[in-house]
């Protein structure tokens, strides 16, 4: 069975650009997290989804936005790029995000904004 | 003060020593993951526990709800042991969720 898939592995934009990240489950997986991790700030949630519906949202501003499609397949947007945006972005999976199930980590993207 | 601590932040062991990571919490929680993340990125979760005790082949991992404590022990480290160890919280919110709160991690290296 085919791990959670991101895309692209590296990315490198200027400031002002956006870009859009991709995040495909594991085949069966309804929900998908995205998280960003950073030297300074670690680990934080983003925001994430089920069945095409936003469930939560992260302490980030509105640049940062996500969708999810009817195949579970999941992107995240960041517009008007600022360098503290320069990131790992890591998308996770899992059945239905209930409290007895492990989440499956995608290697995730490594933006950097110049 | 953050609401998931980890200690150490630091650790090198030499080659078969006994290890343990500990992680506490300040908030009311449905499940506590332990994740692993070499370098390059990828992140692999270990354990979910919601209570008591979960061993898998040399990793142990136990949480202390009342006392909002876990621990992560490694018995017999090997050098393929050394990545960074996260702790994170599912805080109760009340419904199906992996809005996650993380520890900084703890920096394993086990020498040969």
């Known amino acids: 069975k085919a791990g959670v898939t991101q895309t692209p592995r590296y990315l490198i934009k200027t400031r002002g650009q956006q870009v859009t990240l991709s995040c495909s489950p594991i085949s069966g997986h309804r929900s998908v997290s995205w998280y960003q991790q950073t030297p300074g700030q670690g680990l934080q949630f983003l925001f994430e989804?089920?069945?095409?519906?936003?469930?939560n949202k992260g302490n980030f501003p509105g640049r940062f936005s996500g969708r999810q499609f009817s195949n579970s397949r999941s992107e995240m947007n960041v517009s008007t790029l600022e360098l503290g945006d320069s990131a790992l972005y890591l998308c996770a999976s899992s059945l239905r995000a209930d409290s007895n199930e492990k989440l499956f980590f995608g290697s995730g993207t490594q933006l950097s904004v110049l | 003060k953050n609401e998931v601590e980890q200690s150490p932040q630091n650790l090198t062991a030499q080659e078969g020593e006994f290890i343990t990571i500990n992680c506490s919490y300040s908030?009311?929680?449905?499940?506590l993951h332990w994740l692993q993340q070499h370098p390059g990125g990828g992140i692999v979760s270990l354990f979910m526990?919601?209570?008591g005790k979960k061993k898998h082949g040399r990793l142990i991992a136990t949480i202390n709800i009342q006392e909002k404590h876990s621990s992560l022990h490694i018995t017999a480290s090997h050098p393929r042991d050394s990545a960074v160890y996260i702790c994170a919280v599912r805080p109760f919110y009340g419904g199906a969720t992996n809005k996650l709160i993380f520890g900084t991690g703890t920096l394993l290296a086990v020498q040969p």
């Open positions: 908030v009311g929680i449905s499940a």
């Open positions: 989804y089920f069945s095409e519906t936003q469930r």
């Open positions: 526990l919601s209570s």
